[in-house]
C-alpha cells in the first residue's frame, strides 16, 4: 500500500460527499449507543485493512468508553468473554456484511441480531455498517493516508 494518496475525495466532490456525511451525522440520532458503534466501525475497518478509518475510530472507541482489553481481542471477539449479547450480535452482523460475498448474510446471524435489538435498531445498525464499509471503500480506493501522530520509527 502506499503512503500518499491517489485522490482527494472531498476536494474533487464535495456535493457527491454531503449526502455520506449527512447520513454518518445522522447517527448522533439512533438508538445504537455511540460505543456499539464505533465497536462495529472499527471491526469493519480491521476486515477492510483501512488504515484511515481505523486511525479514526480506534481512538473514538476510547473515548466512547471501550476498554483498552475489547480493542486489543476485537478482531478475536468470538473467542472472547469481553462481549456481551448485544455486542456478539452487532459484531456477527458486522461481519456478515462486511464479508458478504462469503457469507450470503446467514439466518443464524440475523437471528442473534433479531434477538438482541428491536426493529428500528436492526435497521439503524444495518445503516452503520452499511456507511461504514462505504467510507472503508472510499478511504482505501483513493489510498487515504491518517495523519501520523508519533514519528516513524527508522528501524
Known amino acids: 500500500m502506499s503512503s500518499s494518496s491517489r485522490l482527494n475525495y472531498r476536494e474533487a466532490a464535495p456535493e457527491a460527499m454531503r449526502p455520506m456525511l449527512a447520513l454518518e451525522e445522522s447517527f448522533a440520532h439512533s438508538m445504537i449507543p455511540l460505543a456499539l ?3 462495529v466501525k472499527l471491526r469493519a475497518s480491521q476486515i477492510n485493512g ?3 478509518c481505523l486511525d479514526m475510530h480506534a481512538p473514538a472507541a476510547r473515548r466512547a468508553g471501550i476498554s483498552t482489553q475489547k480493542l486489543d481481542v476485537l478482531p478475536a471477539w468470538r473467542e472472547s468473554p469481553a462481549f456481551d449479547a448485544r455486542e456478539r450480535a452487532a459484531l456477527g452482523w458486522c461481519e456478515a456484511l462486511t464479508r458478504i460475498e462469503a457469507s450470503g448474510a446467514p439466518d443464524a446471524e440475523y437471528a442473534a441480531l433479531e434477538d438482541a435489538f428491536n426493529a428500528r435498531e436492526c435497521v439503524e445498525l444495518t445503516l452503520v455498517i ?9 478511504a482505501v480506493g483513493f489510498r487515504s493516508v491518517h495523519p501520523l501522530r508519533e514519528p516513524v520509527d527508522a528501524a
Open 130 to 138: 452499511t456507511t461504514i464499509n462505504a467510507w472503508n471503500r472510499i
Open 37 to 39: 458503534r464505533e465497536l
Open 50 to 52: 483501512c488504515a484511515y
